[in-house]
């Protein structure tokens, strides 16, 4: 069983409403289908969503690294020599959700070789996930609507509510609205992708004191470095290191250096082989983790349930798996579908990864 070809498609499928944080907006999921297929027959998927303003990727680019440098270097090893297969994907620097993409292809085929789910073979710890849904930026009211459409329709009892405008106050303002709008049963946590200063974040903090936040997420810099580290010295909730936290060697350092206190695992960047080194690591040293959304389409959320569920201190916490619902289609042939606050895991062998042939033909960008 050797990797005979690998395919990296973009698609393009528009958002019924923009999803618009800090540090960008996103309106059309340009993503990258990665298909990973084998001399005897089986094909291993994943997606690859570009993120240029947190990782430097564009969808170009990732087809471009896939098809010019890591696919060269890994056609003919075996699935199950990943750990050659990442030597010599890290020969590249950066890259992250193209190098993601093949690894989570990779564990698809590993699972189909072997006849049992992925998420068996990364842990098996259960099989759902309670679901934590992001709000981005809109007007305080369109905020509470959204929120209260997703807990009616779906059942979603955990949001993080993005923040990092100016003036910090507004984002104040819509916070206390939806904790006044949702009652104090629902779980609240806030996200600023690095839109703050470290002392808007610290009055942010303060004046939200009596809103029994969760967690905070990157409120501001990493790279404001003693900044962060005042700000996170005081603040009343673990502060989640996300996009400063993308590799094992990052969540080390931002731990360490006082700069977090809990993790964002995504799996749309670390994809199934890292994601498990830093949730070892998160474990090892008594840190919290939350499964991270990189908006990841259904595909992505797939991989990120499968990987979630899979172990015990990740499927702990509703996990960020709701983005996909803004989207006005998918490749999937049967939807993932949000019940009860709850997703699951696909049963079946490998990742449960279906495409209907009709949508790609639709929404692929190279044909
Ligand atoms: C998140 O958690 O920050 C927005 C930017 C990004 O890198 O990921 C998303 C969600
Ligand atoms: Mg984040």
């Known amino acids: 069983m050797n990797i005979a070809k690998i395919e990296a498609i973009p698609f393009a499928i528009p958002y019924r409403k923009p999803l618009k944080f800090a540090s960008g907006e996103v309106h059309t999921a340009e993503h990258v289908l990665v298909r990973v297929h084998t001399d005897d027959g089986l094909t291993g998927m994943a997606e690859a969503p570009p993120r240029p303003y947190t990782y430097g990727e564009t969808q170009e680019s990732i087809v471009a690294v896939i098809d010019k440098i890591f696919a060269p270097q890994i056609l003919g090893l075996s699935p199950l020599e990943r750990e050659v297969v990442h030597a010599r994907l890290d020969r590249t620097v950066g890259n992250p959700t193209a190098k993601a993409a093949l690894d989570m292809a990779l564990w698809d085929i590993l699972g189909q070789a072997a006849g049992v789910p992925v998420s068996g073979l990364l842990g098996g710890y259960t099989d759902r ?204 042939t049967e939807p993932l579908s949000i019940e009860d606050g709850t997703l699951r895991i696909r049963e079946g062998a490998g990742l449960g990864i279906d495409i209907d042939p009709d949508k790609l033909a639709r929404y692929r960008q190279d044909a």
């Open 129 to 332: 996930m309670r679901v934590s849904h992001m709000v981005g930026f809109a007007p305080a009211g369109q905020m509470v609507a959204e929120a209260e459409r997703i807990r009616d329709v779906h059942g979603i009892s955990t949001f993080k509510v993005k923040v990092g405008r100016r003036p910090y106050t507004n984002d104040v303002d819509a916070c206390r609205a939806l904790r006044e709008a949702l009652g104090p049963q629902v779980e609240l946590y806030i996200d600023g992708n690095r839109g703050w200063t470290a002392s808007e974040s610290a009055r942010a903090l303060r004046e939200m004191a009596d809103l029994g936040l969760t967690f905070a997420e990157e409120l501001c810099p990493a790279d404001d470095v003693l900044g962060r580290r005042w700000l996170v010295r005081q603040s009343p909730v673990p502060f989640i290191a996300d996009e400063s936290a993308t590799q094992a060697a990052e969540v080390t350092r931002e731990l360490l250096g006082g700069s977090a206190t809990a993790i964002s695992i995504k799996t749309a960047r670390t994809g199934f082989t890292a994601s498990q080194r830093v949730l070892h690591q998160c474990e090892g040293l008594g840190v919290e983790m939350v499964m991270g959304n990189q908006i990841d389409g259904q595909i992505g959320t797939l991989c990120a349930v499968a990987f979630g569920g899979a172990h015990r201190s990740t499927a702990r916490r509703a996990g960020e798996l709701s983005n996909f619902l803004d989207m006005t289609d998918d490749l999937l």
